[in-house]
C-alpha cells in the first residue's frame, strides 16, 4: 500500500545506489535562504487508489522550491525539493536522506514531460490547466463534480511507454479555472488526487525549504 501513494513522490523514485552516511546533525543546506516570509502558494490534497485508505497531502511552493508534509501509516513523512536537490525527512527518528534531482528518463520516468501531471512536487495548482492543455488534453465539455460546475479534460498518453501512468481525467473549477479533482490509471489501479484548498497568495517562511539542523544527513548518489 505504501507504494501506491509514494510513487508520487518525486524524492522516492530518485534515491541512488550508493549512500554517504553523515553522523553529524546536518547544518543548512547553502542557498535555501534565511527564514524570512514571502508569497508563494500552499494547497491540499486528497490521494486515494483502489481499495487503499485516502491520505492528505498538506504542500507548499514558491520560487522553484516545494515542501510536502503527510501522514502514511501512522508516520510522519516531509518531502522538500530545493536547489537541484530533494530531501525525504523522517520526523521521528531526524533522519533526512538526500538526492540529487535526476533528470534522466531513463532512470526516472517522472522526469519526462508528463511529470507534472501526478508527480506532487511538480504540480503547480495555479498554472495546472495551461499544463494540461500544453500537453494536449481535450476538452470534453461542462460537468458536475461534487455539485461543482466544472470543465472535465481528458488525456491519454501514448508516446511514453515508460511513463507509469495513463488516461488522465481532469477536473477545472468553471468560475476560476483551478483544479479540482485529477484521476488517472495505473494499470489495473485508479488513483485519485482531490485539491481541498489552494491559496495563491500565501505567506511562507523560507526556512519550510530548509531541512532543520539537527536532522542527520544520508546522502544518495548515482552510479
Known sequence: MKRIYLITALVLMIFGVALIVHSEPQTASPGLGIAAKSTGVYFEIELSSTGAAPIVW??????GKYRGESEVESNSSITIVADGFSYSLSPSIKVARKSKLVLDEKKNPLASKYGPLSDIPQIDPVNYLTTVRRLGAQLQGPADLNGKKSDLYT???????????????FWFDKTSSLPLQIQ??????????KFLKIE???KIESDKFTVPKDYKLIEFEWD
Do not use: A, C
Request: aromatic share 14%; hydrophobic share 25%; glycine share 2%.
Open 58 to 63: 498538506k504542500n507548499w511552493r514558491n520560487e
Open 200 to 202: 495563491k497568495d500565501s
Open 155 to 169: 488525456l491519454k498518453i501514448q508516446d511514453n511507454p515508460n511513463f507509469p501512468w495513463n488516461n488522465y481525467m
Open 184 to 193: 488517472y490509471q495505473e494499470g489495473s489501479k485508479v488513483h485519485t488526487i
